[in-house]
């Protein structure tokens, strides 16, 4: 195996990908330091489309995942992890949702919740049955 097919990236190209890593870290940071005057969830959706970005950034600039690369197979595990990544996800969110609509609500004070039409059981000191 020779050095021309498996490139490790020249000095110019990992420092682009630095660049655009540190900016992309920069730029959510100051608008939660700040206090940037947005909505909170245009605030959330800015940081996580910036983080989705990164990554992106990261896989193509530091872990060299490109079409090219062996053949494809790297983009094509990559694309298959993704796709797992993304339903072991949005299935625990989902089921998370579902149990969070379906609880019973439960008291704030810490009391058992008594039913309405249930008789109220008092024990008399002294008293054994």
Do not use: C, K
């Amino acid at each position: 195996m020779s050095d021309a097919t498996h490139s490790h990236g020249t000095m110019g190209r990992l420092m682009i990908g630095f660049a655009l890593a540190a900016l992309l870290t920069i730029i959510p940071f100051y608008l939660v330091m700040a206090d940037v005057d947005l909505p909170r969830n245009t605030l959330i959706g800015i940081i996580m489309g910036l983080a989705a970005v990164q990554i992106i950034v990261h896989l193509v600039f530091f872990l060299h995942v490109n079409g090219t690369a062996e053949g494809g197979w790297t983009l094509a595990a990559t694309g298959l992890s993704v796709v797992i990544l993304v339903i072991v996800l949005a299935g625990s969110l989902w089921v998370m949702h579902n149990m969070n609509e379906n609880m019973m609500p439960m008291p704030h004070d810490g009391e058992m919740m008594q039913m309405p039409d249930a008789p109220q059981l008092s024990v008399e000191p002294g008293s054994h049955s």
